[in-house]
DNA sequence: TGTAAAGGTGGGTAAAAGTGGGAAAATATA
DNA sequence: TATATTTTCCCACTTTTACCCACCTTTACA
């Protein structure tokens, strides 16, 4: 299970460290990288991938709106990536702009059980700070659903 | 499967580079050009097209209006076009002007599945912009879907 | 605390991808 | 038929990417 959060940094080939705990979570060398919902990027073994691409794809049709919407933000901008011998991926330049990582700038990367987010550090740390008020929210409603069971 | 966003520039002969990670996953060099739903253009391979203006003729008759809408929107515009040695093709200016292209300008090439989607960088932009709250709804229901799983 | 191994960083180089533009061919115009 | 305009084809140059290797830093352990 993937977890933990790291500080590194993008160099000046668009390329980033993967931490090696979560190297070595994953099987292979090569992963899925797209962008996420809110300011980030996703990166997904291949198996998690298909997963996520076939519910999309699957119940759709190019022509209804909200499947358009998904395959746009969701399918198309995704990158098959090589993990190469120093562990690092190479991140396409639209992919790095849209989550407005910079060339040389520190990124934040997130494990979340079954796959990794990237993040700018800035922008993670404004995430953070305009939902804070939603987190404590979200907290309160799991703190009832646990006191239920 | 086509996947990946590239952005590439229009020329001043209104030629098109495609990303070569685009071109190696379609067999031949001819491709079916056309308006597409939203202000964008589609690019499919033969085959592909074939079915789309098969399921557009197959279930309608021309003496029904919304048939007649979608046969002079899809079908009409279609063209074919070439593929030239260093992997552009030149998109005929009625089109690129149905989708606000212009010489000169930035261009958005989307890998999705079977086809590929042109767009101005610009109205992308906008587009993105103004279906933000339908996209953020459509991920929400996705995640139902996928935690059901 | 010395040494080896693993983890992390930077950069050189060759190949591939992308860009621009000239010349020839085709088409249109006078 | 001569001239102008557009389109197509091709070539050369520039930029980017992929791959590799060397070295520096940290960690583990004797």
């Not at 990027?41 to 076939?54: A, G, H, M, Q, T």
């Not at 934040?108 to 987010?117: A, F, P, Q, R, T």
Request: hydrophobic fraction near 40%; aromatic fraction near 6%; proline fraction near 4%.
């Amino acid at each position: 299970m993937l977890m933990g959060e790291y500080h590194n940094s993008i160099d000046d080939k668009s390329r980033l460290l993967l931490p090696s705990r979560l190297r070595t979570e994953v099987a292979g060398s090569t992963l899925i990288l797209t962008r996420g919902v809110d300011k980030c990027l996703w990166l997904f073994p291949p198996e998690e991938w298909r997963r996520i691409s076939d519910s999309i794809m699957g119940s759709s049709s190019m022509f209804k709106s909200k499947t358009r919407l998904l395959q746009r933000r969701i399918i198309a901008p995704a990158q098959e990536c090589e993990i190469d011998k120093s562990g690092r991926i190479s991140i396409p330049p639209t992919l790095r702009e849209s989550a407005e990582m910079k060339l040389k700038g520190e990124a934040v990367i997130l494990g979340i059980d079954s796959y990794m987010e990237l993040w700018d550090i800035d922008a993670y740390a404004d995430y953070l700070q305009e939902s804070e008020t939603d987190f404590m929210e979200a907290a309160e409603e799991l703190g009832e659903l646990l006191s239920l069971q």
